[in-house]
């Protein structure tokens, strides 16, 4: 079983910054891609950005420019450091992680969520 731990969400200013933290810990081979998600009120699970295990990163239009996803592969964390943050980036952010449980196989698990709210 794979654990992931978020940490980093809270209240700040639009134009502030916050820098979130996932922590993946337990049985696994490798981790593969590393990714960040969000879930606004009333609104469906998006995909904000991707790590790949070789460093590559792509991101959601809606934060390009502004959020940088960077990854530690020898503590198995990913970060996300968002700034310039508006209202509309308000929401439960989740770290996803897929990682190589067997020589063959793949799994996904998602972390708990974080919320982060950006006032007006």
């Known amino acids: 079983q794979v654990r992931l731990v978020e940490s980093g969400g809270g209240l700040v200013q639009a134009g502030g910054s916050l820098r979130l933290s996932c922590a993946a810990s337990?049985?696994?081979?490798?981790?593969?891609?590393m990714d960040w998600y969000r879930q606004a009120p009333g609104k469906q699970r998006e995909w904000v950005a991707t790590?790949?295990?070789?460093?590559?990163?792509n991101y959601a239009d809606s934060v390009k420019g502004r959020f940088t996803i960077s990854r530690d592969n020898a503590k198995n964390m990913v970060y996300l450091q968002m700034n310039s943050l508006k209202p509309e980036d308000t929401a439960v952010y989740y770290c996803?992680?897929?990682?190589?449980?067997?020589?063959?196989?793949?799994?996904?698990?998602w972390g708990q969520g974080t919320q982060v709210t950006v006032s007006s």
């Open positions: 790590c790949t295990s070789g460093g590559h990163t």
């Open positions: 337990g049985s696994m081979l490798t981790v593969n891609s």
């Open positions: 996803k992680v897929v990682v190589r449980i067997t020589t063959y196989d793949n799994a996904a698990y």
